[in-house]
Nanobody, 123 residues
């Protein structure tokens, strides 16, 4: 079992930045690929970014590539999402997720999920 807790959400103006964090506890953090997803009101949950267990491989949704950066610190059992040049359409609840398989990192079928943190971008 992996317990995930997101933090760092808030209200920011368009063009601003936020840094989200995901703290993991439970089973060995380094055994898991990690991902960020988001869900806007009335929309499906969607993939944002993913990272392999050693951090060598990363993946991004086209809508955030070049603006968001995913990283992890296995020594601290944390993952972060640096979000720059934020747009109103980035407004959503952001979730972190974990799965033993990197092949699942773009899917909502990942095994473990946090409860989410709200990001609101004002225009």
């Amino acid at each position: 079992q992996v317990h995930l807790v997101e933090s760092g959400g808030g209200l920011v103006q368009a063009g601003g930045s936020l840094r989200l964090s995901c703290a993991a506890s439970g089973r060995t953090f380094t055994s898991y690929a990690m991902g960020w997803f988001r869900q806007a009101p009335g929309k499906e949950r969607e993939f944002v970014a993913g990272i392999s267990w050693r951090g060598i491989n990363t993946a991004y949704a086209g809508s955030v590539e070049g603006r968001f950066t995913i990283s992890r610190d296995n020594a601290k059992n944390t993952m972060t999402l640096q979000m720059n040049s934020l747009k109103p359409e980035d407004t959503a609840v952001y979730y972190c997720a974990a799965d033993p398989s990197y092949s699942k990192v773009r899917t909502t079928g990942m095994a473990y999920w946090g409860k989410g943190t709200l990001v609101t971008v004002s225009s």
